[in-house]
Every structure is written in C-alpha cells, then in structure tokens.
C-alpha cells in the first residue's frame, strides 16, 4: 500500500520548491529533490529519437547546460492543476542564450537572442516528497525560430521537419470554415467549447481567440493528415 504523503510532503510544495532551485541554478538542492530512478522526457528530446533521461543525464544534459547558456532563464507559472500524487503547470519560460550550446546535431553558437515560450510541466512526486517524473511539453520550433538557431542544427532531418511546418501553416491559411469538410469535422466543437474560448496551440497558429477560430484550425488540420491522439494520463482539480 502506498504511503500516505504528509503536509511537508505535499506534491504542489515540492514542486513549488524545484521552481525556486531552478530559478538558483542550484544543481546540488535539484538532485537531492529528484527520486534516485527520476524520469524525465520531453517533446525536444523525442524529435531527435532519445525517449527519456534518467536523473543523471537530466542534472547534466538539461539543468546544467540550461543554467550555463541561459543564465537569465525564468519560469513564470500561469496556471496549477494537481490530483494525487501528480502535479501540472501551465508556464511561460523565457531566457537569453549566452552560451554554445553542445546539441546532439553538434555545437549550437549562442545568438544572444531572447525567446519565450509556453511550455506545460508534468510532474509525479512519490510518497517520500521526491520528484519521480518529469515530462515537458513544448513548441520547439517557436522556441528555435525565436532564438534565430537555424532548422538544420536543431532537427537531424531538417527537412522533414521544416516540410511538416510548412504544411500546418498552408492548411490553416487556406482551409477556409465555411468548406463543408471542416464542418463537418468539427461539429462537436459547438456542444462541448465555448464561444470564448481561448486555445494555446503550436507554431503556424499560435494563440486562438473565439470558436469559431479554432473550428477553422480543427478543420484545416483533419483536413491536412490522419491525426491520432493517444491520451497517457488525466489529470483534474475543479474546472480544470
């Protein structure tokens, strides 16, 4: 039976707490927060065929050359939802690269440029109040094409990856909403969002304001490929 997580333990605390070592840049309170079998993925890491780090590679391979090309990095926290032993940000992460950065396609030159981008954290803290996961979604393209790092020294197949973002942008400038397809593709959209609605989406649309809106992207994007999405985990508190 798993061990009931006590107050100090409480896994929005802990979390809270990483956010401030973070912003230290102090490596040595990191490691002592992770769990010894940390897992951490990320979308950046999968778009170049490396499906997770351990807490070794995590304190090396991203807090440390983080902390050392982006001395200014910061991330301010929009939105908190946690259930159980899970714990989810909705952030803003920012940051100027000062330093080369040794990416697995070779030596990034720093660009001195600034980017902001939002990013989602999710995190599991175990009984023992230790962080044993960490898995960070993110738009990496508005993230590389606001730091001015050019497409082939990001991506090892530069263009497959640049053909694909050419073919959102195409499909939701020219998939207009009145096209029968796109209605009928997104009909659900009206029982279920509302008119207001406000959805955060990747690069080639960016912010989407109103339903009506975001039934032309929902169209132009069934419209453009056959889209799976495969649900890992949910995760409520409240309306979120």
């Known amino acids: 039976m798993q061990e009931e997580i006590t107050s100090d333990r409480n896994p929005v605390k802990v979390v809270n707490k990483l956010m401030e070592i973070w912003h230290a840049h102090d490596i040595e309170s990191a490691a002592a927060l992770l769990a010894p079998?940390?897992?951490?993925?990320?979308?950046?890491?999968?778009?170049?065929?490396?499906?997770?780090?351990?807490?070794?590679?995590?304190?090396?391979?991203?807090?440390?050359?983080?902390?050392?090309?982006?001395?200014?990095?910061?991330?301010?926290?929009?939105?908190?939802v946690?259930?159980?032993?899970?714990?989810?940000?909705?952030?803003?992460?920012?940051?100027?690269?000062?330093?080369?950065?040794?990416?697995?396609?070779?030596?990034?030159?720093?660009?001195?440029?600034?980017?902001?981008?939002?990013?989602?954290?999710?995190f599991k803290v175990n009984s023992k109040g230790l962080i044993a996961s960490l898995r960070i979604i993110?738009?990496?393209?508005?993230?590389?094409?606001?730091l001015g790092i050019p497409v082939e020294m990001m991506y090892p197949n530069a263009e497959m990856a640049l053909q694909k973002q050419k073919d959102i942008i195409t499909?939701?400038?020219?998939v207009e909403g009145d096209r029968q397809e796109g209605r009928?593709?997104?009909?659900?959209?009206?029982?279920?969002?509302?008119?207001?609605?406000?959805?955060?989406?990747?690069?080639?649309?960016g912010e989407i304001h109103g339903l009506e809106n975001l039934k032309k992207v929902v169209g132009a994007?069934?419209?453009?490929?056959?889209?799976?999405?495969t649900i890992e985990e949910t995760i409520?508190?409240?309306d979120r």
């Open 37 to 80: 079998d940390f897992v951490y993925t990320t979308s950046v890491l999968a778009s170049l065929g490396i499906k997770q780090l351990d807490k070794e590679g995590f304190l090396r391979r991203v807090w440390q050359v983080t902390s050392n090309s982006f001395p200014d990095t910061r991330v301010e926290i929009i939105n908190t």
């Open 82 to 122: 946690a259930a159980g032993d899970q714990v989810v940000l909705e952030v803003t992460e920012n940051g100027t690269m000062k330093v080369d950065i040794q990416w697995p396609t070779g030596v990034i030159p720093a660009t001195n440029r600034f980017y902001s981008v939002p990013y989602v954290y999710f």
């Open 138 to 146: 993110s738009d990496t393209w508005q993230f590389r094409e606001q």
């Open 171 to 174: 499909a939701c400038r020219y």
């Open 184 to 205: 009928d593709n997104v009909v659900v959209w009206d029982e279920i969002c509302a008119p207001d609605i406000v959805m955060k989406g990747g690069a080639g649309y």
């Open 221 to 229: 994007l069934h419209n453009a490929a056959t889209r799976v999405i």
């Open 236 to 238: 409520a508190e409240g």
